[in-house]
T-cell receptor, first 115, second 114 residues
Framework: AQSVTQPDIHITVSEGASLELRCNYS??????LFWYVQSPGQGLQLLLK??????LVQGIKGFEAEFKRSQSSFNLRKPSVHWSDAAEYFC?????????????FGKGTTLSVSS | DSGVTQTPKHLITATGQRVTLRCSPR?????VYWYQQSLDQGLQFLIQ???????AKGNILERFSAQQFPDLHSELNLSSLELGDSALYFC?????????????FGEGSWLTVV
């Protein structure tokens, strides 16, 4: 079955330090890949998405992600974390088995930012 | 603000009861999705509608049903509620059924079953 795995449940990063959140997927073909962020009490906001082309995609709030087919990964990065980045981050992929366009989500990674 | 509106924001009900969650998609969006978020299961896709028709079905229980009305708003009906149904229910919408469309999420409806 297709799946999205986020190996890290919780990560703590110092403010100003770099960040990398890991995401692995299991799909036969190139999936559509997404990163969403959920702040406490809020809905999910799209950070960036990848469909094809340049494997390094830029998103909002200074985030970027790199698609690596050989590693089945789509890791999210940010060069300098701000305290406001503390939230839960979800990697998602298009479910190719579904007739529609629903997404499969990973379990999420909670990011804490220390001062 | 994503433009997706969900009501109610919070709901407490007893086991065995039935509730209806309502969703208004972003203006112009034809596709509506329902997701359930719980601590143990994470974000689970329930069902998708496109322009009034069911497009895809995920892990939706038989006790749950949904529909999308001609004005494109959607309702998720949860019946014979169990404690395990306590979760955050998200509605989301996108312009069409094209995979590349961005899916926008509402802020969710918190359901607590006691």
């Amino acid at each position: 079955a297709q799946s999205v795995t986020q190996p890290d449940i919780h990560i703590t990063v110092s403010e100003g330090a770099s960040l990398e959140l890991r995401c692995n997927y299991s799909y036969g073909a190139t999936p559509y890949l997404f990163w969403y962020v959920q702040s406490p009490g809020q809905g999910l906001q799209l950070l960036l998405k990848y469909f094809s082309g340049d494997t390094l995609v830029q998103g909002i709030k200074g985030f970027e992600a790199e698609f690596k087919r050989s590693q089945s990964s789509f890791n999210l990065r940010k060069p300098s974390v701000h305290w406001s980045d503390a939230a839960e981050y979800f990697c998602a992929a298009k479910d190719l088995n579904q007739a529609g366009t629903a997404l499969i989500f990973g379990k999420g990674t909670t990011l804490s930012v220390s001062s | 603000d994503s433009g997706v509106t969900q009501t109610p924001k919070h709901l407490i009900t007893a086991t065995g009861q039935r509730v209806t969650l309502r969703c208004s998609p972003r203006s112009g969006d034809l596709s509506v999705y329902w997701y359930q978020q719980s601590l143990d299961q994470g974000l689970q896709f329930l069902i998708q509608y496109y322009n009034g028709e069911e497009r895809a079905k995920g892990n939706i229980l038989e006790r749950f049903s949904a529909q999308q009305f001609p004005d494109l708003h959607s309702e998720l009906n949860l019946s014979s509620l169990e404690l395990g149904d306590s979760a955050l229910y998200f509605c989301a919408s996108s312009v069409s059924g094209v995979p590349g469309n961005t899916i926008y999420f509402g802020e969710g409806s918190w359901l607590t079953v006691v």
